[in-house]
């Protein structure tokens, strides 16, 4: 673990900082995007499609998928702090996808963390969840995005 995470840090100081998921630093076999922090800390962010409609999608017929998308922060001793999930729930039909609902939920393994705030929103073919987390004057922020294609598949 030790050299996963020097490996992360050095490629992280060879970008700016600032790489969204989609770019992260490492990704590995189950597509898990892992971004490391200044602070020697790093969040792992998951995605996990939790159910899906049998049917083939069509122009006209509506398939829906509900996917969640998980934001794990740990501290620099590999010790999970909180985690925050957006479940989303899209329809799809070959030539276009909607979110039709979206909702968070989180969980605090380091009880010195508490949870401050969170939100949900909805556009097009994609949900957005914010979540806030304080630590004495300490404010970690975590914004999660599930999109859906057309064909169902989520990202």
């Known amino acids: 673990m030790k050299k996963l995470l020097s490996a992360l ?3 992280a100081l060879l970008c700016v900082w600032t790489i969204p998921c989609a770019a992260a630093l ?4 189950a597509g898990d995007c892992v971004i490391v922090y200044d602070d020697s800390g790093y969040q792992v962010t998951e995605l996990e499609m939790a159910t899906e409609d049998s049917s083939s999608p069509s122009v006209f017929s509506l398939s829906t998928v ?4 998980t934001v794990t922060r740990y501290d620099s001793r590999d010790r999970r702090l909180f985690s925050f999930t957006l479940t ?3 329809s799809y039909n070959g030539s276009t996808a909607s979110a039709t609902s979206a909702s968070y ?5 380091d009880s ?3 949870f401050s ?4 929103r909805r556009s097009r073919n994609s949900a957005y969840a914010t979540g806030k987390f304080s630590h004495g004057w300490s404010t970690k922020t975590v914004t999660p995005k599930l999109t859906c294609s057309a064909r169902g598949q989520l990202s």
């Open 26 to 29: 490492a990704e590995d076999d």
């Open 9 to 11: 840090t050095a490629a």
């Open 105 to 109: 939920s989180y969980r605090i393994y």
């Open 66 to 69: 509900t996917g969640r998308k």
């Open 112 to 114: 010195s963390w508490d």
């Open 117 to 120: 705030s969170g939100s949900t």
């Open 88 to 90: 989303a729930t899209f």
